[in-house]
């Protein structure tokens, strides 16, 4: 059944990366109970599979920058959950955007 669940693991409509994150923790703890383990890199995977569309290019970037063999889940969710905060925009486009809107003449 566990197994079920983890390959079948997808992000539900109305759900926050928080509960999300929370489900898949239960899911790979259940597990470690059973004796039975997942890399973190396997499980971030699985956590980025379900994201939707708009998401790919930060999944992209955080594949490209970060070692998942090394990256900590928290990490990987706190990155996620900023990233859904600033409204899907990196901080970098929102300095870009203000410096560009500033530069704009009235």
């Known amino acids: 059944m566990l197994v079920y669940q ?3 693991f997808k992000m539900l409509p109305s759900e926050s990366i928080t509960s999300m994150f929370t489900r898949m923790t239960i899911i790979t703890n259940s597990f470690d109970a ?3 383990t997942y890399t973190n890199a396997k ?3 699985k956590i980025f599979r379900p994201l939707p569309k708009t998401w790919e290019a930060k999944v992209m970037a955080i ?3 970060k070692d998942l063999t090394k990256l900590l889940l928290k990490e990987l969710i706190g990155s996620l959950i900023i990233y ?3 409204g899907g925009l990196t901080l ?3 300095v870009i955007g203000f410096e560009r809107a500033s530069l704009s003449p009235l």
């Open 6 to 8: 983890y390959e079948l």
């Open 84 to 86: 859904k905060a600033l």
């Open 63 to 65: 594949q490209e920058a």
């Open 92 to 94: 970098l486009s929102r």
């Open 43 to 45: 499980i971030m995977s």
């Open 34 to 36: 059973l004796v039975m």
